[in-house]
């Protein structure tokens, strides 16, 4: 089910969480809301499941205007940051919840619960309470409980901003591969930019309550509109008031070669397959650069080397 | 164990004694000190016996009307935003505040003959003063702020992310209530009622007033222990004593294992 927000403020007290937003996402599509804290990120998604009223706006979950719904009527999905499970209750009635709830005949629930608990690799698990699972099947529990009732959208507050980093990649590729298989509109808030471009199709940069950019995570990458989303989306070094230069477009070359403008290494540090290599520029600026490891070792990179590099016109916004 | 831990438990302990165990195992020793015969015979006298069944009537009433009182306030308390919520929390604060003889005069001056209520009453044939209805009044009012003050700390800490779950899962707020918020907050409830029973069934002071004292018709247990006293019957207060001193110790001892199973249930 599409979902379109319309012209949405919000304000806490003197605070601006949200200043006339509107945002569309497609339906079936997989977005992502892509912020620092106090962004108004997770404002909007709370707007978008009812939990929060807009001051004014409206917002629409396909043809329906649910501005003044309550939550329990919209259909949607929900998946708190910090899970929200029901402590008293098992697995299988965690899940079951919204189905009983609904009323639904007790052989259908059974049915559903164990087709859920499948889909989310917690087949052995029924039985167990919350405070006996680990981060990650808490997190897939809550999802299997947000889908039970089959919602017309999934939303997700920092889904994964509570786990590890080995499971957080691993349940982030597991629900991308979950999204191509039932095809829900979802929308998960993040802070974290590469897990926003990993898995989202459509990413909506947000900045202190506005909409700083939406589009794809090329496009926010190749052609940002400002320097906020340019800074957010990517590493980047800043070399003047709005000028900007991406790492990976500073070349390298030996010093000998006659080309380019001096520079100092003042530390290198080697990431795996990446090198970032730390340099002061022959006018004192100072920058990154990013480099293979090929390429680190075919250069020799060392501290306190003097190399040559060529820099390309930096992007610069008005 | 160092010299000033010990010392700190000495003097925990010796204060305890003093003040609750001595004087409770006093009451048990005189209580049996000729055996169980004189015992039973002032405990099935008909007068103790009418006396036990209106204290237990009373807590019957008096508790879960406080129960049903005291989860409402502390949840209006702790969800609600509302005007004058500051003066709510004061007024459940109150019966703590006053002595129990005052509440039973103020009630006297509210539902007695010449109250404001009372002509109104005396017109419908209702009598509240100087019988049940009025000790039940008496009672509740003096156990009301216990089950507000134990579960709306509980409520406090419980973070409300369960509950919005359970309402972007269809449910409303009667059930999101009942399968969720009550679920939560059920161990400072049953708290609660522990100690307003405990609190009930022991009230002296504000059900003596408004009671009249009707000897066989509205004494309480701790009324009927009071009386036998005065008159003389030192075995008949005992035993009745005692007999009070049972009940507030099953009450504990059945919430306690009624706890202790579900919470192994559950493995919280």
Known sequence: ?????????????????????????????????????????????????????????????????????????????????????????????????????????????????????????????????????????????????????????????????????????????????????????????????????????????????????????????????????????????????????????????????????????ERVVHLGFEVRVELKLGDGRDVWAQVTRESAQELELHEGQILAVRLPEPRVFA | MSFSKLGVRTLALGYLALLLAAPVAMIFYRTFEHGIAPVWDAVSAPNAVRAFWLSIEIVAIAVPLNTAFGVGVALLLERGSFRGKALLGMLVDLPFAISPVVVGLALVLVYGKTGWFGDWLIGHGIQVIFSVPGMVLATAVVSLPFVVRETAPVLRELSTDAEQAAATLGAGAWQTFRRITLPAIRWGVVYGVVLTTARALGEFGAVSVVSGRIEGQTQTLPLYVQGQFENFNITGAYASAVVLALLALATLVAMNLLTRRTRRREAI
Not at chain 1, 12 to 39: H, K, Q, W, Y
Not at chain 1, 47 to 74: C, F, H, M, Y
Not at chain 1, 125 to 130: G, M, N, S, T, V
């Open chain 1, 1 to 265: 089910m599409a979902i379109e927000v319309r012209n949405v403020s919000r304000r806490f007290g003197e605070f601006v969480a949200l200043d006339d937003v509107c945002i569309r996402v497609n339906d079936g599509a997989l977005t992502a809301l892509l912020g620092p804290s106090g962004s108004g990120k997770s404002t909007l998604l709370r707007i978008i499941a009812g939990l929060e009223t807009p001051d004014s706006g409206e917002v629409r979950i396909g043809e329906r205007v649910v501005t003044d719904a309550p939550a329990r009527t919209r259909d949607v999905g929900f998946v708190f940051q910090h899970y929200a499970p029901f402590k008293h209750m098992t697995v299988h009635d965690n899940v079951a919840f919204g189905l009983k709830v609904r009323r639904r005949p007790k052989t259908e629930i059974r049915a559903r619960v164990h087709e859920l608990l499948g889909l989310v690799r917690l087949e052995g698990l029924a039985d167990r309470y919350p405070s006996q699972l680990s981060g990650g099947q808490l997190q897939r529990m809550a999802l299997a409980r947000a889908l039970a009732v089959a919602p017309r959208v999934l939303l997700l507050d920092e889904p994964f901003g509570a786990l590890d980093a080995l499971v957080r990649a691993e349940l982030r590729e597991w629900l991308r591969r979950l999204h191509e298989e039932i095809h829900v509109t979802t929308i998960f808030v993040t802070h974290d930019q590469e897990e926003a471009m990993a898995l989202a199709e459509q990413i909506v940069v947000m900045n202190r309550g506005r909409i700083e950019q939406a589009g794809t995570p090329r496009e926010l990458y190749e052609s940002p509109r400002n320097e906020f989303v340019m800074s957010f989306i990517g590493p980047v070094n800043r070399l003047g008031e709005a000028s900007f230069l991406r790492p990976h477009d500073i070349q390298i070359m030996p010093y000998a070669t006659g080309e380019g403008t001096e520079a100092l290494i």
